[in-house]
């Protein structure tokens, strides 16, 4: 009996594989056979029905092939059922990659999309900004001048640039502007301006034919740390802006002309500045995140500028991002990354509400909308990220390149900055952009042995340069809490959790914080604006206690040495003052013990140029600085203690915040080239929607 029963089970067993493989192999004859009835059979209906029922099946890799076919099938016939085929595919067969290309291809392919689509350059070069809007006829972008922080006029036509301010060089003030926007019968700007008080304002002028503009400021209160303006209403009464509170809160709102006057029309813990009334002044289109604290991943709403309500347009896992409106209104145009490379979408809307499903318009977008012009043209802010963390290996002694330098982050290439090396040398920390808003820096710490990184959650509203103690267990960093306060904090290694060390007072910035050698310490600068004068201070932990290690005019920097003797400053001449960071300087050593200061380098015009951005050669024996050539950059030793300059065989294009490894052979540095331009696409709005 129990050898029977062994027996039943056996064949039980065997019969149930065999059924099971007959089962899973099912799919695929089904889906050979509706292949056969659309190809061998030219039933095409017949087909679509069979591809319709496997295309809800389990089997995702099959499910997408069915519903490509059937979409194929539909566009033999000529029924517009092909376009709603290959859109399911696109969203929500994602994962399935070859089959959303070939399904994105074919909606490109067909009739709805207008004919004549370009997408083409209208502005490179190292000038390029971003923060502004294009003009409702295309003619002009506001931006800004860099050079300056003056708010600035490009013209498309003519390819010339003029300041719309006149602020006056960095070292003379350090205001400048930031976003702006056209309004929409081109005759006015509206403006962010921070204001060299901690904080921005929001000005508007009238556009001159040429000339300065003569701003007034519309808009100002000590509870905004930051605001942008984003788009003019129809009529030119109101002003879409994006702000930040000191408490954090991200909030949407439009500002009254000429009464300055704020309305609130939505809240939440983060977004971008991508905002956009409808054609009709009705609605807003916004993107918003719903997460605390704020991440890249967003979804797009629609607002009712009366305050009656908003409606959800696009939620989809992943950033999602407003582009803009087709001029009738009848479009809202969106970028998404749903199928795995960021691309524009528009979905059609009435009366706010979005009715059906996306619909793919181009591949390959970037995110950056700078605006939708009368005519349907969509400009767009683009940039090649080159420039990012570096590390590489020298020998110091002798200059010569060990190892080449390499990204250790290959995640966020261009967002990442700031790093410095833990004590023991295991790990890098870095700073990363992750969002457009101002609080949008994190840090991460990555292994250097296992590549494997971790976000450390800062209770900190904004920080910058964090250094590792010498036990590892904190860093110093200027920063500004959820409440405003701006200081100098510790922020715990393990916890993210932030404590404020030194408030600051007043005037000047709080700069450059740094530990002493024995961690008990720390070094930070101020400046005086009354005076011109730069002051490092020491600031012993335990007690609070203070004393001014320096106070000079016409100064810069401050790194200390990592012996801490010595604190390394950079000094222009008076007649020099005016000029950028760039120019000739000399390098001062000043003793943190006290002390007349002694000259190491001087740079001049006749002799060589010397680019200031100076770190600490291995044990302090020697300040590394930058020497601009005609053939290029050049990174230099120069030893403090007297002996041969040297130069070290690392090609540089512009690198900042170099940090030497605990080895005394590896650097950290960010260095590289970013090219910003500016895209225009054309003749891409589906048939039906109408321009101008």
Known sequence: MRRMAFALIAAATLLAGVVGAQQKARPE????????????????????????????????TLAAQALLRMGQCYEKLGSAEARQAYERAVRDFADQVSVVAVAQARLLALGGIRTGVAYRQVWTGPKVDHEGRVSPDGRYLSCVDW????????????????????????????????GSVISRDGRQVAYAWFNGDDRYELRVANLPAS???????????????????????????????ALERKDRRYQVGVIAVPAGTLRV????????????????????????TSTEPPTSDSDVFIVAVDGSGEAKAVVNPGPDTVMGWSPDGQMLLFASDRTGSTSLWGIRVADGKPQGTPVLL??????????????????????IDNRDIHVAS?????????????????????????????????YLAYTSVRYRAVNNKVLFVRSMDTGQTSELHVSLRAFNW??????????????TDAQGRQGIYLIDAQTGAATLVVTKATGGNLLHPQWSPDGKRIYYATNVPDTGELVMIERTLDS??????????????????????????????????????????????????????????RSTPTTEVFRIHLAWGPGGRSLLVQKNTTAGAQLWSIPIDGGERRRLDLNLSNAVGMRIHPDGRQVAYVDGENRNEVMVLENFLPAGTTVK
Request: charged share 25%; proline share 8%.
């Open 394 to 426: 020298l020998d110091f002694d002798t200059g010569r390149l060990l190892v080449p330098p390499v990204r250790p982050v290959e995640t966020y290439v261009g967002a990442n900055a700031q790093p410095d090396w833990s004590p023991d040398g295991k």
């Open 29 to 60: 004859v089904d889906l050979q056979a509706a292949i056969r009835t659309e190809t061998v059979d030219g039933d095409l209906k017949g087909a679509i029905e069979q591809y319709r029922k496997l295309s809800t099946n389990s089997d995702r």
């Open 362 to 383: 181009r591949p390959g977008i970037p995110s950056d909308s700078l605006g939708v012009t009368a005519a349907g043209a969509l400009y767009i802010g683009t940039w």
């Open 147 to 178: 050079d300056t922080g003056d708010l600035a006029l490009h013209d498309f036509a003519t390819g010339s640039d003029r300041r719309l301010t006149n602020k006056g060089t960095w070292e003379r003030s350090a205001e400048f502007a930031e």
């Open 466 to 479: 964090p250094r590792w103690a010498p036990d590892g267990r904190s860093f110093v960093s200027q920063g």
């Open 265 to 288: 029309l939505s809240s939440g813990p983060g977004g971008d500045s991508h905002i956009f009334f409808s054609p009709d002044g009705k609605f807003l289109a916004i993107t918003r």
């Open 211 to 241: 000339g300065l503009v003569q701003p007034r400021r519309l808009f100002d209160s000590e509870d905004v740390n930051w605001i942008s303006p984003s788009d003019w209403s129809p009529d030119g009464k109101s002003i879409a802006v």
């Open 544 to 601: 609070g206690a203070e004393r001014d290690v320096f106070r000079r005019r016409g100064l810069a920097g401050g790194e200390l040495s990592p012996d801490g003797r010595y604190v390394a400053v950079w000094q222009v001449d008076a007649n020099e003052a005016t000029r950028p960071s760039s120019t000739p300087a000399t390098v001062l050593l000043i003793p943190t013990a006290g002390g007349e200061p002694r000259e190491l380098l």
